[in-house]
T-cell receptor, first 111, second 114 residues
Framework: GQQVMQIPQYQHVQEGEDFTTYCNSSTTLSNIQWYKQRPGGHPVFLIQLVKSGEVKKQKRLTFQFGEAKKNSSLHITATQTTDVGTYFCAGREDSSYKLIFGSGTRLLVRP | DSGVTQTPKHLITATGQRVTLRCSPRSGDLSVYWYQQSLDQGLQFLIQYYNGEERAKGNILERFSAQQFPDLHSELNLSSLELGDSALYFC?????????????FGPGTRLTVL
């Protein structure tokens, strides 16, 4: 079945440093979504990518969808303490209604 | 506030018992999804309903069942509970069932099985 893997599992950075999390699917995806879960909170939708090679930006966050639509990345420039949380990617195959979540990357930011 | 409500917030019960978790989707959303999140783990998709009908199934145990009612609220029933069922259970909703389709998560129900 479809598997979505995410690396790294944890990342501890100094405030102001950049951060990147990578997401890889075992199958081609129709789209990929990114969610953020703050400690003690629930996942919150960040963005959705649909097109091959798509790049979207939200302030300091840059999201990319690979050309083969099997991988994606989230890059945060100049991290802030408010960026702390776990970032999940979630992918869906063309033929499926299921949204399969990656294992998440927990980001910790030292002030 | 996502607009998705879940009750109860916390639930403590014993092994072998049965519990029901309830979810009310955002107004206008027809799809409801259930996820299980164990401690420091990712989100495991359990099941999805769309407008009252089961649409997709994940790794949901046979001891677990769910349904979506005509008013679109959903219930997740967990029976013969085991210690390993202790987890955070999230409900999410979306407008439709297909793609593209962002999901709005509720605050979750934390289940503790003793």
């Amino acid at each position: 079945g479809q598997q979505v893997m995410q690396i790294p599992q944890y990342q501890h950075v100094q405030e102001g440093e950049d951060f990147t999390t990578y997401c890889n699917s075992s199958t081609t995806l129709s789209n990929i979504q990114w969610y953020k879960q703050r400690p003690g909170g629930h996942p919150v939708f960040l963005i959705q990518l649909v097109k091959s090679g798509e790049v979207k930006k939200q302030k300091r966050l840059t999201f990319q969808f690979g050309e083969a639509k099997k991988n994606s990345s989230l890059h945060i420039t100049a991290t802030q303490t408010t960026d702390v949380g776990t970032y999940f990617c979630a992918g869906r195959e063309d033929s499926s209604y299921k949204l399969i979540f990656g294992s998440g990357t927990r980001l910790l930011v030292r002030p | 506030d996502s607009g998705v409500t879940q009750t109860p917030k916390h639930l403590i019960t014993a092994t072998g018992q049965r519990v029901t978790l309830r979810c009310s989707p955002r107004s206008g959303d027809l799809s409801v999804y259930w996820y299980q999140q164990s401690l420091d783990q990712g989100l495991q998709f359990l099941i999805q309903y769309y407008n009252g009908e089961e649409r997709a199934k994940g790794n949901i145990l046979e001891r677990f069942s769910a349904q979506q009612f005509p008013d679109l609220h959903s219930e997740l029933n967990l029976s013969s509970l085991e210690l390993g069922d202790s987890a955070l259970y999230f409900c999410a909703s979306s407008v439709s069932s297909g793609s593209p389709n962002e999901q709005f998560f509720g605050p979750g129900t934390r289940l503790t099985v003793l």
